[in-house]
Structure formats: C-alpha cells, structure tokens
C-alpha cells in the first residue's frame, strides 16, 4: 500500500505490517523511517476491495525536521475471470511537518577555534518549533493481477502469478512551506511489476521464484530496483538481491540490497502466518565511505481466514487458495 493505494484488501482476509529503516546509520545526522499499515478485504458486495490504515513517520537530522503522514487507501474490486482482476485505489492522507529552528547552526555562530560559541542573530518564524499541516487528497492508483495453480501428473503444485501496478502521489502538490513561500511536494509516480513461478525441487520442496521491479519518479530525479525473491515453502525461508540505480548504466550502481525472511505458521487452523524480514542495502556509489548502508527491518502478520464482515472469499480469492495456505508470495506485499 505504500507504493500503491489498490493493494488495499486485494487479498481475502486481514494483514498488519509494521517497518523500520535507519538510513546510512554511519552519518551522524539521523535519517529513519517508521511504517505501519493495516489492511482488510471486504467482499461484501460486488466491486468493493478493502480499505486500510497507513502512518508513515520521518526524522531527519537528529530530529531537526519531522513529517508525519496518514493515509486512508479503499480500493474497488473487478473481476475479470475466476484467475484475473483488477484493482483501482485511492488514498486520501494527511501530512504534518515540523522543524525545530532552535537547533540550527549558523555560520555566524561559529568560531574558528572555539568552534560553536556566538549567539544567533536569527529570528524562527513563531520563536522555536514550527509546525505545518496539509492535505494530500489526490493519490490513486491500479493493479492487475493474474493468478493460475493447478496439479501437475507428479502431484506437485504448478503456480504462476503476474502482477503489474501503476500508481500516483501528492497530484495536488501541497505546499509544505514553514514560511510565506512556496514549497510544492512534487508528484510522484510509481510503477511495479512481478512474475512468480514455482519450480519443485527433489531435496529441498518446492521454491517460488519471483522477479519483480520498481520505478519511481519525482520532480527530476528517477531510481528503479530490479531483482528476484526466492521462497523456500516447506522451510519457511526467502532470500532476495536487488539491484537499485538511476540510470541504465548498471555499471554505475547505486545499491546492493539483500533480504533474509522467515515464516511462522501461528495458527494453523485460521491460517495465521508471521514473516519477520531483515534487509540490508549495501552502497555502491561514491557515498560507500560516507554512509556504509542502510538496514530495514519488516514485521508482517497476515489472518488469512479472518475478517470484520460476515463475508466470503471471491472466486479469485479461491482461484490462490493454495497460495494463501502457504503464507508465501504475495503476503509479502
């Protein structure tokens, strides 16, 4: 839902999630961000999705500058054929930035042996902390999906499933300013796709192989990630690498990113399934000695069999049953 407000309740049941990310932990300035989304499928009636909670906080600069966002995603529900449909969301959300003038240094202030010793001769805009609030009503988005298992003549699972999403943010662009000027929050868009397969493996059960790729674009600056996640269903593993850069030229990476994860089964009987995850991007450009990485840290519990509403899965919901017994693929969403 991050990337896309109509992942909202594209799958049958309940899911929470909660991330963290410390960026370049190595630079003494504090850049992190905190995620936590929930969401549930409701099939009610004909054409309704679901709907969700996300509340995303960032910190910057040892808590110099803070944003808050929460945001409200519904999606509708199309249907296609039993295997395929499509999903259309929006996101209505609220920002709330502050900045903390009094922990700013100015070149006045500072001594060059003595170091920072001077008083400030500036003036904050409201003498201190400054706050500022601002509607984001104009984020949208889609998905199509397609999803096919069936039984294969030596009694193995045959799985595949396509994903391709477009999706756009801040299309009102709300001034986020703490002065009289102007600061637009430029939009941004977003495009994702997948492909998993799955291939069964004599030693090790059955593996789900899962390329996929995100682009983002915003303002003048564009980045796209490119790489494959691999499930280990019987042992409740994933491992994934991905490629992350700005251009095409991937000899001028920006970052490594690796990804361990692995599954608890908490209830068998409502098909209840932890993934606890740990990713790690390794920088390869020219910032490798400044920042020397960043981690994140994911926590996702999905209820499978649970809802608010006294409703049924759908005929694609049914269409993936198996998958949504193996707690595998798109739970990771």
């Given at each position: 839902m991050y990337y896309n407000p109509a992942y909202a309740?594209?799958?049958?049941?309940?899911?929470?999630?909660?991330?963290?990310?410390?960026?370049?932990?190595?630079?003494?300035?504090?850049?992190?961000?905190?995620?936590t989304g929930f969401d549930q499928g409701m099939r009610v009636a004909r054409g309704v999705g679901g709907f969700g909670l996300i509340v995303v906080s960032n910190t910057e600069g040892e808590g110099i500058l803070q944003n808050y966002?929460?945001?409200?995603?519904?999606?509708?529900?199309?249907p296609i054929a039993e295997k395929s449909l499509i999903q259309i969301g929006v996101m209505p959300s609220i920002g709330f930035?502050?900045?903390?003038?009094?922990?700013?240094?100015?070149?006045?202030?500072?001594?060059?042996?003595?170091?920072?010793i001077n008083p400030s001769g500036f003036v904050p805009p409201d003498n201190g902390i400054s706050h500022r609030s601002y509607v984001d009503i104009f984020n949208i988005g889609g998905?199509?999906?397609?999803?096919?298992?069936s039984s294969q003549a030596n009694s193995s699972r045959f799985y595949r499933k396509f994903e391709v999403g477009l999706s756009a943010f801040h299309l009102s662009e709300p001034n986020q300013s703490?002065?009289?000027?102007?600061?637009?929050?430029?939009?941004?868009y977003v495009l994702f796709t997948?492909?998993?397969?799955?291939?069964?493996?004599k030693s090790a059960g059955l593996l789900f192989i899962e390329p996929s790729f995100l682009g983002e674009s915003q303002w003048q600056m564009f980045s796209y990630?490119?790489?494959?996640?691999?499930?280990?269903?019987?042992?409740?593993?994933?491992?994934?690498?991905w490629f992350r850069n700005r251009n095409t030229n991937l000899q001028n990476t920006d970052?490594?990113?690796?990804?361990?994860?692995?599954?608890?089964?908490?209830?068998?009987?409502?098909?209840?399934?932890?993934?606890?995850?740990?990713?790690?991007?390794?920088t390869t450009s020219k910032l490798v000695d400044a920042s020397r990485g960043s981690p994140e840290l994911t926590i996702s519990l999905a209820l499978n069999n649970k809802t608010f509403f006294n409703d049924k899965p759908d005929r694609c919901d049914e269409g993936s049953n198996w998958s949504r017994k193996t707690g595998t693929s798109k739970h990771r969403k």
């Open positions: 309740g594209i799958d049958y049941g309940i899911r929470l999630n909660m991330a963290y990310r410390r960026q370049w932990p190595k630079i003494p300035s504090k850049f992190q961000t905190i995620y966002t929460i945001g409200i995603p519904i999606s509708a529900r199309i930035n502050s900045i903390n003038w009094d922990r700013f240094i100015f070149s006045g202030q500072l001594n060059p042996y003595y170091g920072n998905v199509y999906r397609y999803e096919n298992n703490f002065t009289y000027s102007e600061a637009p929050l430029s939009a941004k997948n492909y998993t397969v799955s291939v069964p493996l990630m490119l790489g494959v996640t691999t499930s280990f269903v019987d042992s409740n593993i994933d491992f994934g690498v970052a490594i990113v690796f990804l361990f994860a692995y599954r608890f089964l908490v209830n068998k009987a409502n098909n209840t399934v932890l993934t606890t995850s740990l990713s790690y991007d390794i």
